[in-house]
């Protein structure tokens, strides 16, 4: 599947990741970099499935690679790199051919034991998840951008055969020794079985939170996970029962058996694959990181807030350490965009088009709108207001207020796809990605051009010497711009930014300012948040 308790603290590697300093580019030398919170190799890791190695192969979606990590030992190598192996879901063979969903790409993939990769259907926008039946047939279904499932010739010869459409969000699924296909609808909080010769469908459980994904072992019982509150059920299909027999941590994707019925978990939140004991519920760490994939990022005292993509984290200025915000996406949704005033964080997710304000001291959301036309960036002016940059209906900038979510005021239009949005004395300044601009919009409601020329500029930030710190994502860069002047002076290049074959390069890149002018920079390439410091 595709698509944090504030008292829970994850390890950064703690002194391990205030790292050595690093020379800034262009002959500035008055900053220091250092790496706040560490990154990884994989980018938000969804299916999984043992290979006949008994390696597993794990998918990517915005990583674009399809990985094969040890268990035993988490270490991990990249099997079919960016752009093909963008996974969602993945499946053995009996031959050994492995099996993957591109989502954003709409394809269902292919590689076989001597490497060949093949290309067994296209223009299926959000093809999910996947399992083969006894009979080696292949079936695939289409969840968030699409609702159907499919059957598809493992040959690529012949167009996918329409099983049945409108099914709720069926995700990761298996098939079971009577030969019908189980899983979830996520939509619809069910375990379901289905006849995709006869197209009969049957509820075996209901009531779930977020069901993801459910598998059989090899004794032919069936378990099921729920993303939203981590836990992990066996599922009784003639009694329609269903028992806990474990807890993980939230956020849960899918799951997997070992030849010798071993249970893992993957953790979108956590990016990590874990061991789940079904005696006693013991959860071992395969592999994790502090971070997923961290966009919109915000300071606000001792903290800074990272829109993590699949969670909304916290992170320790002083120590590095990584804490939860939310890891609810039913709370959330796929959070991209943050910022912060006073004792108010503001989040929002461009899918989905919802925004959440929240008081900081208890993470409890204190308003929300929705759906915004494509929020792409956020500035909090104060603890109760917001401004949203909507890429939608014309590019425009929007005022909200939290003592009153059904006004909204629309302070200017014309902007071409927004990336970045700051509050300066003079008015707010905003990116243009697309343009390669960055735009003042000026107190009194004119508006000029402070930069141009520049190759999809993002985050944006405000020093207090009123230059502002600008990624330009797309040349690599960290810059100071001189608003006043239209000075440029690139501190930093050759940032990891971008991800290899990622259509837009890969998730917005967030800049953030502390009261003492450092600048933070959150990472997409490794999931890592690197800061600059004066000399």
């Known amino acids: 599947m595709f698509r944090i308790d504030s008292s829970l603290l994850r390890s950064a590697a703690l002194g391990a990741a205030l790292l050595a300093c690093m ?48 268990p035993a030992t988490g270490a991990s190598e990249v099997l079919v790199p960016p752009p093909h192996g963008e996974a969602d879901d993945v499946e053995f063979g009996p031959d050994g051919t492995v099996y993957w969903t591109g989502f954003s790409q709409g394809t269902m993939n292919a590689r076989a034991p001597d490497g060949t990769l093949r290309v067994l259907g296209r223009g299926l926008p959000g093809l999910n998840s996947l399992a083969l039946d006894a009979r080696g047939r292949l079936f695939g279904t289409q ?48 375990i379901v079985c289905i006849d995709v010769d006869g197209g009969a469908l049957e509820v075996v459980t209901e009531g779930m939170t977020q069901p993801a994904a459910a598998n059989f072992d090899s004794r032919g019982r069936l378990f099921a996970i729920d993303n939203e509150t981590g836990e992990i059920f066996r599922i009784d299909i003639a ?55 961290p966009a919109g990022i915000a300071v606000s005292g001792p903290t800074l807030y ?140 004119s508006r000029r051009t402070l930069a141009a020329g520049l190759v999809r500029p993002e985050g944006i930030a405000v020093l207090s010497d009123g230059r502002l710190a600008v990624a330009e994502s797309g040349a690599r860069r960290l810059l100071l711009l001189d608003p006043r002047t239209g000075d440029i002076d690139a501190i930093a290049d050759d940032l990891p930014l971008g991800i290899a074959g990622h259509a837009g390069g890969g998730a917005l890149t967030g800049v953030a300012v502390d009261a003492d002018d450092a600048i933070y920079l959150s990472v997409d390439r490794d999931g890592s948040i690197l800061r600059w410091r004066r000399r």
Do not use: K
């Not at 020379?23 to 190799?41: F, I």
């Not at 055969?161 to 939509?187: A, E, K, Q, S």
């Not at 989040?347 to 494509?374: H, I, K, M, Y």
């Open 306 to 445: 990272v829109a993590d993509t699949f969670s909304i984290a916290a992170v320790d200025l002083a120590s590095g350490r990584v804490g939860d915000v939310s890891r609810s996406l039913n709370d959330s949704g796929y959070p991209l965009l943050a910022a912060a005033a006073g004792a108010r964080l503001a989040t929002a997710s461009p899918e989905s088009g919802d925004l959440q304000l929240r008081d900081t001291a208890t993470a409890a959301v204190v308003a929300r709108w929705s759906p915004l036309a494509q929020p792409r960036a956020l500035a909090m002016p104060d603890p109760g207001h917001v401004v949203v940059a909507e890429a939608a209906d014309g590019g425009r900038l929007v005022l909200l207020d939290a003592q009153d979510v059904n006004a909204r005021r629309v302070l200017a239009t014309g902007f071409a796809a927004p990336g970045g949005l700051a509050i300066t004395r003079d008015g707010y300044a905003l990116t243009e990605s697309a343009t390669g601009r960055v735009v003042l919009l000026a107190n009194d409601g």
């Open 239 to 293: 009694s329609r029962r269903r028992e806990l027999v474990a807890t993980a941590p939230g956020n849960l994707d899918n799951l997997a058996f070992s030849a010798d019925d071993r249970l893992f978990v993957t953790n979108m939140a956590d990016n990590a694959i874990y061991e789940v004991a079904l005696d006693g519920g013991a959860v071992r760490t395969v592999l994790s990181s502090p971070l997923t994939l």
């Open 23 to 70: 020379p800034a580019a262009g002959g500035q030398d008055a900053w220091q970099r250092e790496v706040l919170v560490p990154g990884s190799p994989l980018r938000g890791i969804h299916g999984l499935a043992f290979g006949p190695d008994g390696m597993i192969h794990v998918g990517s979606v915005m990583g674009q690679a399809l990985h094969r990590v040890d």
């Open 143 to 190: 969840v968030f951008l699409g609702d159907a499932l499919w059957e598809f010739d493992t040959t690529g010869q012949h167009e996918p055969r329409l099983v049945r459409r409108d099914l709720g969000g069926l995700n990761g699924f298996d098939f079971g020794p009577d030969g019908r296909l189980c899983g979830p609808l996520w939509f619809r909080g069910q």
